[in-house]
């Protein structure tokens, strides 16, 4: 049975930093492309990174420059590190792995406040 764990979610000031992570089990997320979505209220949930298993990375457009998508293989886990918060990255944020249909976490809930 797969399941994917988010943690790390909470209140955060403008500016400052959070880091998430996303446990695995069930899945070997070394051979998937692993990747963060967000929901914010009355919004579609969005792509905000994803991981290869190459290692190569993808990010939305909002969050470059700010936000680092990681995986440590060894533990099974993804990581996003969140940096300069703006109040419009409050969401919940998801960690998906492929499958028919997608597998996702509960979510964790991000509140950036101005």
């Known amino acids: 049975q797969v399941r994917l764990v988010e943690s790390g979610g909470g209140l955060v000031q403008a500016g400052g930093s959070l880091s998430l992570s996303c446990a695995a089990s069930g899945i070997r997320i070394s051979y998937k492309t692993m990747g963060w979505y967000r929901q914010a209220p009355g919004k579609q949930r969005e792509l905000v990174a994803s991981?290869?298993?190459?290692?190569?990375?993808n990010y939305g457009e909002s969050v470059k420059g700010r936000f680092t998508i990681s995986r440590d293989n060894a533990k099974n886990t993804v990581y996003l590190q969140m940096s300069s918060l703006k109040p419009e990255d409050t969401a919940v944020y998801y960690c998906s792995a492929p499958g028919s249909p997608p597998y996702w976490g509960q979510g964790t809930q991000v509140t950036v406040s101005s």
């Open positions: 991981i290869r298993i190459d290692g190569v990375t």
